[in-house]
T-cell receptor, first 119, second 113 residues
Framework: DVKVTQSSRYLVKRTGEKVFLECVQD?????MFWYRQDPGLGLRLIYF?????MKEKGDIPEGYSVSREKKERFSLILESASTNQTSMYLC????WGQGAAMGNTGELFFGEGSRLTVL | AQSVTQPDIHITVSEGASLELRCNYS??????LFWYVQSPGQGLQLLLK??????LVQGIKGFEAEFKRSQSSFNLRKPSVHWSDAAEYFC???????????FGQGTTLQVKP
């Protein structure tokens, strides 16, 4: 089974602190994603990555950055945390590129989430 | 732009009753569609997916969904709900060949004894 592991389930930080959220997947997936989940808003994509050292902005990248130095690891960084970044953060990975004809339909595999509170 | 709408934010059903959760999408080409479930404090688990072929898709835990292109819908159904089905349900559409999924706002299901 695919396993996506997020290092911290719960974090409490203060405004202005630098925050690192770590995510590791064990299935050699090329794609990795960071979503933010807020009540009534569903999941919104922050950043994603197709390969090592590659990143693309999602729908809400402001205030965030990412790092992918190794294929299995994708980190989300809050350079200076603010109270409006209090949220649940979900990491996901997927195998993509070949399309449905190759039996790959883009299913995302999710970690259990990191709930961040910024005071 | 692609989008997903789940019209019902919160639904309450009695245990043993049937369930239908609505999902409407906006997408130009043939979509890849997904339903995920999230139990409290957990990540998202895939219930089922549609990408081609039979428009009635069977998933895990007794769920099914029907793709209706004419209505741009992908509604999730279950004939008899169990108390353990109480959770949040998300519909999603794949954004072309990028691998990104666009999610709806989610529907919270409450099950009455």
């Amino acid at each position: 089974d695919v396993k996506v592991t997020q290092s911290s389930r719960y974090l409490v930080k203060r405004t202005g602190e630098k925050v690192f959220l770590e995510c590791v997947q064990d299935m050699d997936h090329e794609n990795m994603f960071w979503y933010r989940q807020d009540p009534g808003l569903g999941l919104r994509l922050i950043y994603f990555s197709y390969d090592v050292k590659m990143k693309e902005k999602g729908d809400i990248p402001e205030g965030y950055s990412v790092s992918r130095e190794k294929k299995e690891r994708f980190s989300l960084i809050l350079e200076s945390a603010s109270t409006n970044q209090t949220s649940m953060y979900l990491c996901a990975s997927s195998l993509w590129g070949q399309g449905a004809a190759m039996g790959n339909t883009g299913e995302l595999f999710f970690g259990e989430g990191s709930r961040l509170t910024v005071l | 732009a692609q989008s997903v709408t789940q019209p019902d934010i919160h639904i309450t059903v009695s245990e043993g009753a049937s369930l239908e959760l609505r999902c409407n999408y906006s997408y130009g080409a043939t979509p890849y569609l997904f339903w995920y479930v999230q139990s409290p404090g957990q990540g998202l688990q895939l219930l089922l997916k549609y990408f081609s072929g039979d428009t009635l898709v069977q998933g895990i835990k007794g769920f099914e969904a029907e793709f209706k292109r004419s209505q741009s819908s992908f509604n999730l159904r279950k004939p008899s709900v169990h108390w353990s089905d109480a959770a949040e349900y998300f519909c999603a559409v794949s954004s072309g060949n990028t691998g990104k999924l666009i999610f709806g706002q989610g529907t919270t299901l409450q099950v009455k004894p």
